[in-house]
């Protein structure tokens, strides 16, 4: 069981250029969420999907795009790549979303990929 | 201001010594507090769960409490080993949507 993967595992990106960091679970969940993690702070969420077809815009979702076009994957795009989104980029996922027990709502996480652009 | 606060920022303990994490938040309303652990290079892990009647939960050498009413939590680790080096990050939860407030995390060294 895989769990939840991540590609690439890093990547060095020139600024502007178009970017879609890849995130797959095989272990069905509905929601599916994107955060950044930079250095002395907290893992901030970017983008959220409770469930396929469903999209939300999470903390710091300026200049990031997601779809949810099946269970199972979750991208997040950068259209135009900034020296400013240089961080590392999870993907998690969840049983259920914004309702359910807590024990529902405990996200998994992917093992990150790691983006820097010049 | 991050709603969840934690200290100290990193700590080096010896191996065979225990040690103390500390949390502080001010997400209201409360629906549960989670540990997680993140080895270097690796996602976040789970380590506890507690919601709002939980005082003390354990997971092996790990053993979290929560004092809800002062809106504190710690996690406490008994017996150090090398493998527990790494950051430790707490979570929130709000009641009304669930989304999670993060901690930066305390980071971890053990040293033989």
């Known amino acids: 069981i895989a769990g939840i993967t991540q590609a690439p595992t890093s990547q060095i990106l020139a600024a502007g250029r178009r970017m879609t960091l890849r995130c797959t679970q095989d272990?069905?969940?509905?929601?599916m969420y994107w955060y950044r993690q930079d250095l002395g702070l907290g893992l901030r969420l970017i983008h959220y999907s409770n469930t396929a077809g469903t999209t939300g815009k999470g903390e710091v979702p300026d200049g990031y795009s997601v779809s949810r076009a099946n269970t199972d994957d979750f991208p997040l795009t950068l259209a135009s790549a900034v020296p400013s989104q240089t961080s590392v980029y999870f993907c998690?996922?969840?049983?259920?979303?914004?309702?359910?027990?807590?024990?529902?709502?405990?996200?998994?996480f992917g093992p990150g990929t790691r983006l820097t652009v010049l | 201001k991050n709603q969840v606060e934690q200290s100290p920022q990193s700590l080096i303990i010896l191996e065979g010594k225990n040690c103390t994490l500390q949390?502080?938040?001010?997400?209201?309303?409360?629906?549960?507090l989670r540990w997680y652990k993140q080895d270097t290079g690796r996602g976040p892990v789970s380590l506890t769960i507690?919601?709002?009647?939980?005082n003390t939960k354990s997971n092996g050498r790990y053993t979290a409490t929560l004092d809800a009413d002062t809106k504190q939590s710690s996690l406490h680790i008994t017996a150090s080993q090398l493998s527990d080096s790494a950051s430790y990050i707490c979570?929130?939860?709000?009641?009304?949507?669930?989304?999670?407030?993060f901690g930066a995390g305390t980071t971890v060294t053990v040293r033989a």
């Open positions: 272990m069905r969940h509905n929601a």
């Open positions: 998690a996922s969840s049983p259920s979303g914004t309702s359910g027990t807590p024990l529902r709502n405990e996200q998994f």
């Open positions: 507690m919601t709002f009647s939980e």
């Open positions: 979570v929130v939860s709000a009641r009304r949507d669930y989304k999670l407030s």
């Open positions: 949390c502080n938040y001010t997400v209201s309303p409360f629906s549960n």
